[in-house]
């Protein structure tokens, strides 16, 4: 198996943005684009990493900008900011998640554009979230310890399946925002499943977060993402 990657930019409304594509380039098949959503640091190893292990499962893997060039945090205090300012403006991040779709379904071969999914982690467990929200036509998106409060913009008529992986310990989901999350989403007429690990906080995916990192979560977690797509791709085996 070659892991194959290249970088693919994009603009939207003025800005330009850098995706990270990863695949495995031993075969010619058209398949699936999972996008991967990540951290509020924004696109960083641990996302390609991410892309690229999804590359070996058979996907396309695209992880995404959401800052824009020149908008990079450089440590956790200038992602703070960053992820502010997005969450000020959940409008414009659903537009700027809204692009980053449409330039994973035209990223060309291998890539199915007709098969697209969407996994994030931490902040961008809630950019998947907002994705199913607005009503994008994706297969199903993965939240990994996201973070749960609705946007301000009504939820658009949901078509994708989701799956909400979840850190029972996480303060910054405590139990009241897990049951208000699975509240909306029933409402919305969502087809959605809620797994919760126990002893487990935020960002338990993350071996560079040691206080956080659970291994054992951070296994089941994939395990189950992995379930969830062969589900919602339909692929056999």
């Given at each position: ?106 990223a060309g071969a291998p890539g199915d554009p007709a098969r697209v ?121």
């Open positions: 198996m070659a892991i194959a990657n290249r970088t693919i930019r994009y603009e939207h409304q003025g800005v330009t943005f850098e995706a990270y594509a990863a695949w495995d380039d031993g075969s010619d098949a058209a398949r699936p684009i999972v996008i991967v959503a990540g951290t509020f640091m924004g696109r960083t190893a641990f996302e390609e990493a991410k892309a690229r292990s999804l590359a070996e499962l058979g996907y396309v893997g695209i992880a995404i900008d959401f800052y824009g060039l020149g908008n990079w945090p450089r440590d956790f205090d200038e992602a703070r900011e960053r992820m502010g300012e997005m969450d000020a403006d959940r409008g414009l991040l659903r537009d700027r998640l809204l692009a980053s779709l449409d330039m994973a379904r035209d999914a969407a996994i994030g982690f931490c902040f961008g467990g809630k950019c998947v979230l907002d994705l199913a929200r607005c009503g994008a036509d994706v297969a199903g998106v993965v939240s990994f310890h996201g973070v749960y409060d609705a946007p301000p913009f009504p939820n658009g008529g949901v078509k994708a399946k989701l799956l909400v992986l979840h850190g029972w310990d996480d303060p910054l989901d405590p139990p009241e925002t897990v049951l208000a999350l699975s509240e909306e989403l029933t409402e919305a007429g969502a087809d959605w499943q809620l797994h919760s690990y126990g002893h487990t906080v935020h960002a338990f995916t993350n071996p560079a977060r040691e206080e956080m990192y659970n291994p054992r979560a951070d296994r089941r977690s994939w395990q189950a993402m992995r379930n969830f797509l062969d589900e919602v791709f339909a692929v056999d085996g």
